[in-house]
């Protein structure tokens, strides 16, 4: 007797790639193992000289339109990872965050890749340049001309490479209460031991703490 099985429902994935200038959108469909399709692709654009509360409302209006309109599965976005320009690190991480609202508003799940996780997924290379992956997209898609500018790439390739993940995200296992839990309190231990020691960060004798890696761009 032949088994027969069901096929596996198509995906709906909505990429971002979060900026303050340019916030790329794309949206694509498809199953792990098999070509996405394209769905659309675009870009947000705010004018620098205007004010970052005007510059974040643009963006979230546009992003709540593509929920409305194409009405994604998931929602994958650019994680912030690291950049020596701070004010653009900022901003990246700024408009990454209203996106994120933006889908958890309508309760949809939400992953952070970050760009090397991206690049190599959808070339092969972690470290492939924008011309790389734009090249990808364009031929994974099966697009007539490569969607400009690289951040509308960049766009539809978090979203391929969510697609592809995902798989391998949900069979990722889950620490166990007590393996986190011991986990929890080595970290307060290790914490509290820290800024017992004179000169720890956070004692009266500490040095000011160090800022925390940026963005992506």
């Not at 546009?62 to 976005?77: F, G, K, N, Q, S």
């Not at 929890?184 to 890696?213: D, E, F, L, V």
């Amino acid at each position: 007797m032949t088994a027969s099985y069901a096929p596996r429902r198509p995906s709906r994935v909505f990429g971002i790639d979060p900026g303050l200038t340019r916030c790329g959108l794309g949206v694509v469909d498809g199953v792990p193992g098999r070509p996405p399709t394209l769905v659309a692709v675009g870009v947000v654009r705010t004018d620098a000289d205007e004010q970052i509360a005007a510059r974040l409302l643009a963006i979230e209006t546009e992003i709540e339109r593509w929920l409305t309109e194409y009405r994604p599965d998931t929602v994958a976005v650019e994680r912030v990872f690291s950049q020596h320009n701070v004010r653009t690190v900022m901003g990246t991480a700024q408009a990454g965050a209203v996106a994120i609202v933006c889908a958890a508003r309508r309760g949809l799940p939400v992953t952070l890749h970050t760009p090397s996780e991206v690049k190599a997924a959808v070339t092969g290379n972690g470290r492939a340049d924008k011309d790389q992956v734009t090249t990808m997209v364009t031929r994974l898609l099966r697009m007539t001309s490569a969607p400009r500018p690289a951040d509308a790439a960049d766009a539809l390739a978090l979203a391929i490479c969510h697609l592809w993940r995902a798989p391998a995200l949900k069979a990722r296992p889950q620490a166990a209460p007590a393996t986190a839990a011991r986990s929890a309190a080595a970290g307060s231990a290790a914490t509290g031991s820290a800024a017992a020691r004179p000169g720890a960060a956070g004692s009266p004798a500490g040095s000011a703490a160090r800022p925390a890696a940026g963005g992506t761009r």
